[in-house]
């Protein structure tokens, strides 16, 4: 029997260069570590030339578990361009609080791969490998700054979380399993179109743990009491990867599971998700106002944004699914930008995250000042900026769906979450005496990605039509 | 009495039970994980009884194999930040490694 591995490609070869710079860690020396970096890139670089070339094919891999289409290469792209931007902003974190550097690049990698797989997986059951790749990959990676206390407790509070959220899922699956006799995404289609099933306790129990376990990784209200101490504690450049990466992976993972395949189940759940879309973006928005850390803040922002993007899953459908891929792609550049801004303000021991840091930083640093002004308005959702383009297609689509409420209850969340974004560029520009930050000769990567971030963030406002023909198409490619 | 699928299905669903009132108990990082695990063991009863009574195939003891290979490493990773925690607290019980505050 023939196997196609085509659809591996981009995934094989991230695992690759993982395992080509943990073998190379061991043979050079410490002042030479930064042909890491190179190896990494080019490999993630080499992984994104291979799935532009695949663009376009529709394939599937191991009986159709691993699936090749244009929504498995949208997200396989944003992962890749993550873990870059990821290791581009932890080259000097990691060399100032001596984070073994292969260790920390090749999981990063092996997270990536995780998350590929995830949405490329056709069978609950390699989503659920996926998941734990990524999982096991970031618990690393969250405690990997050894010394600092809090990053330990981070990662020990992420992984008890984490494992727990991964028992609910597998449990679920389980079910699923038991009332449709498969865990591939297709044949559990079927199943629920033959029968009628749908109707079945087991059933119902599985999609609700796996519902549950997926609102974990997501982290929607009321399961996201974990999120501002693990994102607080762990390596500023890991929690960035956490807050883009690992949601995108999940949210891609739940758009193939319930916007696709079960999707004759819509019904039953569009009223706890749209209670989940709205508890977690009021909650996340008010939590966020009251912290005086900016860190702690853009944790709980993280949140109030998975509502956001929790809209387009209950909206649905195809403006839904374009909504939330775009949204996905906005929401990537402005949040790697505001943590690459706190990673620049970083200066030894002293992490700087408060929001009285940040006081003077425009008149001090003035790109720095400059892109977090950028990235805290796009947050915000001010036009012509990628947040503003992609909170309107989101609410546009909730409106498309007949949830008018959902609209305009998220209009006023963004309303709400302006008095937190605005503070900081209040401190940067009203206020004096706050942090220094690292000026561009002691961080060229680190202002590299933030460059990169600046101009996703224009450029997703101001031209956003290809970026949507590109959702839109990415989305269709699941029919 | 013929031992049947539900007879499975409730000792997997006590097993979960079990699972989830521990880790919810539970102060000590070790217990949670062991909580954490009688979950995962849990859903490998229903993998293996599904397998042998309804779907038909075997696809649910491999299923029970590829969890079991993962509860390994996950278990490997837990412990591993425990020790760290250890290390910087001298204690492993969750609600005194409380230094993350608002």
């Known amino acids: 029997m023939e196997t196609n591995l085509a659809p591996l490609l981009p995934s094989a070869e991230v695992v690759l260069t993982a395992l080509s710079v943990l073998l190379l860690d061991l043979f050079i020396r410490k002042d030479e570590k930064g042909l890491l970096v190179w190896i990494s890139l080019i490999g993630l670089a080499l992984a994104g030339g291979m799935a532009l070339f695949l663009w376009g094919s529709h394939e599937g891999a191991f009986q159709d578990s691993i699936l090749l289409d244009d929504f498995a290469l949208f997200f396989t792209e944003l992962f890749l361009g993550a873990a870059a931007i990821t290791i581009l902003s932890s080259v ?4 100032e609080t001596n984070i073994h550097e292969g260790e920390f690049y090749a999981l990063v990698l092996l997270s990536t791969f995780g998350m590929i797989l995830m949405a490329a997986a056709n069978d609950l059951i390699l989503f659920f490998l996926g998941l734990e790749t990524m999982s096991i990959g970031v618990y690393i990676l969250t405690g990997m700054w050894r010394e600092r206390s809090q990053a330990s407790e981070a990662a020990m509070k992420y992984f008890l979380i984490g494992a727990f959220a991964t028992g609910f899922l597998l449990y679920g699956i389980a079910l699923i399993y038991g009332a449709a006799g498969s865990t591939h995404l297709g044949r559990i289609a079927s199943a629920l179109g033959q029968t009628k099933s749908h109707g079945s306790i087991i059933l119902s129990a599985g999609v609700f743990l796996l519902f549950v376990g ?55 759940w569009t009223l706890p998700l749209k209670a989940l879309a709205i508890l977690t973006m009021t909650v996340g928005n008010l939590l966020a106002i009251s912290q005086s850390s900016v860190k702690r803040m853009l944790a709980y922002s993280s949140i109030a944004h998975a509502g956001y993007l929790l809209i387009a899953l209950v909206a649905g459908g195809e403006s839904g699914g374009q909504a939330l891929l775009f949204y996905l792609l906005s929401y990537a550049a402005m949040t790697f930008g505001a943590f690459g801004v706190l990673i620049a303000l970083k200066e030894g021991e002293n992490d700087h995250e408060a929001y009285s840091d940040f006081a003077g930083l425009g008149f001090k640093r003035p790109f720095l000042g400059m892109a977090m002004s950028l990235f805290m308005l796009s947050l915000a959702g001010f036009p012509p900026l990628a947040g503003f383009t992609g909170k309107f297609y989101l609410f546009r689509s909730a409106v498309v769906a007949g949830h008018i409420d959902l609209a305009i209850i998220g209009a006023l969340n963004s309303l709400l979450s302006v008095v937190y974004y605005l503070r900081v560029i209040v401190m940067m520009y009203m206020e004096e005496g706050g942090a ?11 202002y590299l990605a933030i460059a990169i971030a600046v101009l996703g963030t224009v450029y997703l406002g101001v031209l956003p039509a290809p970026a949507l023909d590109l959702s839109r198409i990415s989305f269709i490619s699941l029919h | 009495m013929a031992i049947g699928l539900t007879h499975y ?34 859903a490998n009863i229903n993998y293996v009884a599904f397998s042998h009574f309804s779907s ?37 019980d969750v609600g005194a490694v409380e230094t993350l505050k608002e």
């Open chain 2, 56 to 92: 038909g195939n075997v696809d649910g003891q491999i299923y029970a194999i590829f969890v079991i290979m993962l509860a390994a490493a996950e278990a490997a990773v837990g412990l591993a930040i425990v020790l760290a925690i250890f290390q910087l607290f001298h204690t492993i």
């Open chain 1, 92 to 95: 000097h974190y990691v060399r």
């Open chain 1, 214 to 268: 997926l609102a974990f990784k997501v982290a929607a209200v009321p399961f996201h009491f974990w999120v501002p101490d693990v994102y607080d504690g762990a390596p500023t450049p890991v929690s960035a990867f956490m807050a883009v990466a690992v949601k995108a992976a999940a949210f891609a993972g739940w758009a193939r599971i319930f916007l696709y395949q079960l999707s004759p189940l819509q019904s039953e």
């Open chain 1, 436 to 446: 220094e930050g690292k000026p561009f000769a002691r961080a060229p990567y680190l």
């Open chain 2, 9 to 42: 299905l409730v000792l997997g669903a006590i097993l979960f039970s079990l699972g989830l009132y521990t880790v919810l108990t539970r102060r000590n990082a070790i217990s949670v994980l062991m909580g954490v695990e009688l979950i995962l063991n849990s």
